[in-house]
T-cell receptor, first 116, second 109 residues
Framework: GAGVSQSPRYKVAKRGRDVALRCDSI?????LYWYRQTLGQGSEVLTY????????KSGRPSGRFSAERPERSVSTLKIQRTEQGDSAVYLC??????????????FGQGTRLTVV | GNSVTQMEGPVTLSEEAFLTINCTYT??????LFWYVQYPGEGLQLLLK?????DKGSNKGFEATYRKETTSFHLEKGSVQVSDSAVYFC????????FGQGTELSVKP
């Protein structure tokens, strides 16, 4: 398809387990972000990566959160040892180019994670 | 580092009322500024943008002007509709793309 697709749409995980969330971004887009969205706290950047023909640069993993990009248009966000505070909507955003400035971001519909 | 601050919601208005959602930012350099909107059950989508000082972004009756002197990018609409009910996010891109916390707007008929 033409848009950004995330899977699964909903995920329930037991506390302490690891989870993996998938994002299929738009072919040809260079930069990919993962955000965590919670009501009242907005969207927090978890990690981002940029890829070009030569290399793949990933944002510094933040503790239990890491992202892999096995293919240029696919990213997997991994959350280790989930905590109840990880319950949120996880958004993937795809940006066409490395240009700074006015490049629009295209978002997936998000994965709602509930940790029980 | 760069940051974005929005007015807290929820904001509840009657149809045809005037809307202002405040957004201020701190940034080094000359970032681009955006408003994104998230309608119920949908993903975030771009509403409007401005790339330099004094630029005005506009779309669907919404406007926002890039004010460097006040580091603001307030969203306005002269007459809101029920269909404008959504969560609105102010965003800045000067390196990373970062967002404010979102403002929920509810428009009643």
């Amino acid at each position: 398809g033409a848009g950004v697709s995330q899977s699964p749409r909903y995920k329930v995980a037991k506390r302490g387990r690891d989870v993996a969330l998938r994002c299929d971004s738009i072919s040809g887009h260079v930069t990919l972000y993962w955000y965590r969205q919670t009501l009242g706290q907005g969207s927090e950047v978890l990690t981002y990566s940029q890829s070009d023909a030569q290399r793949d640069k990933s944002g510094r993993p933040s503790g239990r959160f890491s992202a892999e990009r096995p293919e240029r248009s696919v990213s997997t966000l991994k959350i280790q040892r989930t905590e109840q505070g990880d319950s949120a909507v996880y958004l993937c955003a795809s940006i066409p180019s490395l240009r700074q400035g006015n490049t629009e971001a295209f978002f997936g519909q998000g994965t709602r994670l509930t940790v029980v | 580092g760069n940051s974005v601050t929005q007015m807290e919601g929820p904001v509840t208005l009657s149809e045809e009322a005037f809307l202002t959602i405040n957004c201020t930012y701190t940034a080094t350099g000359y970032p681009s500024l955006f408003w994104y909107v998230q309608y119920p059950g949908e993903g975030l989508q771009l509403l409007l943008k401005a790339t330099k000082a004094d630029d005005k972004g506009s779309n669907k009756g919404f406007e926002a002007t890039y004010r460097k002197e006040t580091t603001s990018f307030h969203l306005e609409k002269g007459s809101v509709q029920v269909s404008d009910s959504a969560v609105y996010f102010c965003a800045l891109k000067g390196g990373k793309l970062i967002f404010g916390q979102g403002t929920e707007l509810s428009v009643k008929p």
